[in-house]
């Protein structure tokens, strides 16, 4: 995908020496894939990091999801083992 979009900024460059819109073109095309593209504004790429904090957002909704419903869910749990101890006597 880099390539392309490097050829398509290269061919819209050389297209500008016949009209300078196209310069105005090539520029919009790279600020639009370095903002929104895959590398984000810096240009520099997140690389791994960005599969880490997917990963840390997933991991940290995992974790809210317990905490909110670790409590209901050993109440049933603890509900259950009475009446089934009560059940057996």
């Known amino acids: ?3 392309l ?4 900024v290269m061919v819209l460059f050389g297209l500008g020496f ?8 090539a520029a ?3 600020f639009a894939g370095l903002r929104y593209g895959r590398y984000g504004y810096d240009g520099w790429g997140r690389g791994d ?3 880490f904090r997917s990963y840390r957002d997933y991991r940290d909704r995992v974790d809210r999801w317990d905490r909110r419903y670790s409590r209901l869910r050993r109440d049933r ?12 006597r």
């Open 18 to 25: 016949l009209n300078g819109m196209w310069w105005v073109v």
């Open 1 to 3: 995908m880099i390539v």
């Open 77 to 88: 749990w603890n509900r259950q083992d009475r009446e089934d101890r009560e059940r057996h």
């Open 5 to 8: 979009l490097t050829l398509l």
């Open 28 to 30: 919009v095309v790279v």
């Open 49 to 51: 990091d960005s599969g």
